[in-house]
């Protein structure tokens, strides 16, 4: 599952730590995750008009009850906020769903060097530059090697391995 890192720097000033407080231990990093399903945060300073929620459990960490979410709530930062955000005590970051940001209809590009999101109002100048397209399909992008048709001069080739 790739994941890359984004760090938001208007989020610095919203934690001072505080001995005694795990809360205010956390690292101040977002991760932007595609295999996340929903937006989380193990900090409950950085939400705002937040709500108790029984909402059941998140696996990580290979425990299927891995964290409790027991709120849900917003994280502001100007230009780009984030509805919907569930409160997991156990998170040590704040992970941001590829899907969710969808939802709002902005457009979320990865790079080998970064993540952008863009608004929705970004076209893309050439439709020939896509080599790959991964259709939505329950909160993921699932990429099947086995129904991707060759175009072009692209060859698919497909190996097995065997011992002998």
């Not at 459990?57 to 955000?85: C, E, Q």
């Not at 769903?97 to 993540?115: A, G, H, R, Y």
């Not at 970004?122 to 090697?145: A, C, G, I, T």
């Amino acid at each position: 599952m790739p994941n890359t890192r984004l760090c938001f720097p208007q989020h610095k000033c919203i934690n001072d730590p505080k001995k005694g407080n795990p809360q205010h231990a956390l690292k101040d990093e977002e991760v932007i995750d595609s295999g996340c399903s929903r937006h989380m945060t193990g900090n409950m300073s950085y939400l705002f008009d937040f709500e108790e929620l029984n909402g059941g459990y998140v696996a990580f960490g290979g425990n299927p009850k891995g964290g409790k979410i027991s709120r849900k709530g917003k994280i502001r930062t100007g230009k780009l906020d984030f509805d919907d955000v569930y409160f997991v005590k156990e998170l040590k970051f704040n992970l941001f769903s590829v899907s969710q940001m969808c939802d709002k209809k902005n457009i979320v590009l990865f790079t080998n060097t970064e993540c952008l999101v863009l608004s929705h109002e970004f076209k893309l100048p050439d439709e020939s530059q896509v080599l790959l397209r991964v259709h939505r399909e329950n909160n993921m992008y699932n990429v099947n090697l086995k129904n991707i048709v060759p175009s072009g001069d692209l060859t698919c080739l497909f190996v097995k391995e065997t011992i002998d």
